[in-house]
C-alpha cells in the first residue's frame, strides 16, 4: 500500500476522535461560556488563580452531594487565588440556576447547554473535577463523587496555592 493512499485513511481516523482528551500536565483548552453572574466568562482569564473547573448536571444525585462542598472550598480559599467554576450541561438554565442557589452556590455557574465544551474536555461521567493550577495547567482529575473526595480536593488546592 502506497503512502498516498493511506494519508487520507489517517487523516479521517484522526478527525473522528475527539481534539481533547484532557489529561493531566497539558493545557487546560480555554473556552468562554456564559454565566450566572450575568456576563461571559473566559477560562483563560482566570490565569494566576487555581481553578477547580467542575462539570455537573441537575439530573445528577452526586453532584447535588458535592456542589455545597464545593462551596465551603470556595468560601475558604478564594480571598488567597482559588477559585471554583460550576459548568452546569443542562439545556435549561434556568434549573440550573435554581438547584445551585438552592444548595447555596455563590461561585459561578457556567452555562454549557449546548454541551460543547463537556465535549471539548470529553467529558464522560457527572460531577468531573479537574484542578488546574496558575499556569493553566490540569494538574488533576476527580471522576465522579464519592464522600472524602472534598479532602482531596481541600489537600490539592492547598498544594496548588503554595506553589
Known amino acids: 500500500m502506497k503512502l498516498k493512499s493511506i494519508f487520507p485513511l489517517i487523516l479521517l481516523i484522526s478527525l473522528s476522535f475527539p481534539a481533547y482528551a484532557v489529561k493531566v500536565g497539558q493545557t487546560?483548552?480555554?473556552f468562554t461560556l456564559s454565566s450566572s453572574a450575568k456576563h461571559n466568562i473566559r477560562l483563560a482569564e482566570l490565569r494566576g488563580q487555581v481553578i477547580m473547573l467542575n462539570f455537573w448536571a441537575t439530573?445528577?444525585?452526586?453532584c447535588r452531594v458535592e456542589l455545597?462542598?464545593?462551596?465551603?472550598?470556595y468560601s475558604q480559599y478564594k480571598d488567597i487565588g482559588f477559585t471554583v467554576l460550576g459548568v452546569n450541561?443542562?439545556?435549561?438554565?434556568?434549573k440550573a440556576s435554581k438547584m445551585a442557589r438552592d444548595l447555596g452556590?455563590?461561585?459561578?455557574?457556567?452555562?454549557?447547554n449546548t454541551?460543547?465544551?463537556?465535549?471539548?474536555?470529553s467529558i464522560k461521567?457527572?460531577?468531573?473535577?479537574?484542578?488546574?493550577?496558575?499556569?493553566?495547567?490540569?494538574r488533576h482529575l476527580f471522576p465522579g463523587y464519592?464522600?472524602?473526595?472534598?479532602?482531596?480536593?481541600?489537600e490539592t488546592i492547598r498544594k496548588l496555592l503554595r506553589e
Open 115 to 121: 454541551q460543547k465544551i463537556s465535549k471539548l474536555y
Open 146 to 154: 464519592k464522600p472524602g473526595y472534598e479532602i482531596k480536593y481541600a
Open 89 to 94: 450541561i443542562d439545556k435549561n438554565k434556568t
Open 59 to 62: 439530573w445528577c444525585n452526586p
Open 125 to 138: 461521567a457527572m460531577p468531573m473535577t479537574l484542578l488546574i493550577d496558575r499556569d493553566g495547567k490540569i
Open 68 to 73: 455545597p462542598h464545593l462551596q465551603k472550598l
Open 28 to 30: 487546560a483548552p480555554d
Open 105 to 112: 452556590a455563590q461561585f459561578p455557574i457556567l452555562f454549557d
